[in-house]
């Protein structure tokens, strides 16, 4: 079975600064990429996700990807967070030919500090 | 609102209570899950869900039941829980069907639930 890992779980940083968060995970055939995010009090929804094509893909309020298939990575980045981007960011993975059945990281709680 | 309601948003219930958790979604999708969301934790699927049928049961204990009349309703049924099943579950649909596993999950708010 395939599994996700994310790294530093809680990230504090202030306005503008720059976000990264990692993404590893371990399954051998072609997958499908995912973050969904999750803000204070609100559902899990979809940040952006990759399938096939161009590695780096672009999401919601400014948030991209790339998929690195080498190194088993889809990490996200923002270059200058705002104080509503404070919320936690969970990577799923699924395999390509397969199932809707998503295996999630732990999550990675991110505090913008205004 | 997502398309994906699950009531109640709250629960506290005891040891030896039985109650239910209800979902229902209104996106015409044939596939439903229920996850288990605890802190530190990766999100842990329990069951799907694909036309009303039971395709997935991840080593769940007996004492969480899941029912789906219905391709629109899910329902997760809770017999004497122990107070390490609080958590928050999390119900989602999908349309199953395109077997590049493609399909995005649209997740409910989740009904937080507090074993006594």
């Known amino acids: 079975a395939q599994s996700v890992s994310q790294h530093n779980h809680h990230v504090i940083l202030s306005e503008a600064a720059s976000l990264e968060l990692g993404c590893n995970y371990s399954y051998g055939g072609t997958v499908n990429l995912f973050w969904y995010v999750q803000y204070p009090g609100q559902h899990l929804q979809l940040l952006l996700k990759?399938?096939?094509?161009?590695?780096l893909v672009k999401g919601i309020k400014g948030f991209e990807a790339e998929f690195i298939k080498s190194k088993f990575s889809f990490n996200l980045r923002k270059p200058s967070v705002q104080w509503s981007d404070t919320a936690e960011y969970f990577c799923a993975v699924t395999p390509y030919y397969g199932n809707n059945r998503l295996a999630f990281g732990k999550g990675n709680q991110v505090v913008v500090i205004p | 609102e997502t398309g994906v309601t699950q009531t109640p948003r709250h629960l506290v219930m005891g040891m030896t209570n039985k109650k239910s958790l209800k979902c229902e979604q209104h996106?015409?999708?044939?596939?439903m899950y229920w996850y288990k969301q605890s802190a530190k934790k990766p999100l842990e699927l329990m069951f799907v869900?694909?036309?009303?049928?039971?395709?997935e049961n991840n080593s769940v204990p007996s004492r969480f039941s899941p029912e789906c009349p219905n391709s629109s309703h899910l329902f997760l049924h809770l017999h004497t829980l122990q107070p390490e099943d609080s958590a928050l579950y999390l119900c989602?649909?999908?349309?199953?069907?395109?077997?590049?596993?493609?399909?995005?999950?649209?997740f409910g708010a989740g009904s937080r639930l507090t074993v006594l």
């Open positions: 996106l015409g999708h044939n596939a």
């Open positions: 869900y694909s036309l009303e049928e039971r395709v």
């Open positions: 990759y399938f096939s094509g161009d590695p």
């Open positions: 989602a649909s999908s349309q199953d069907g395109d077997s590049s596993g493609a399909n995005v999950l649209t």
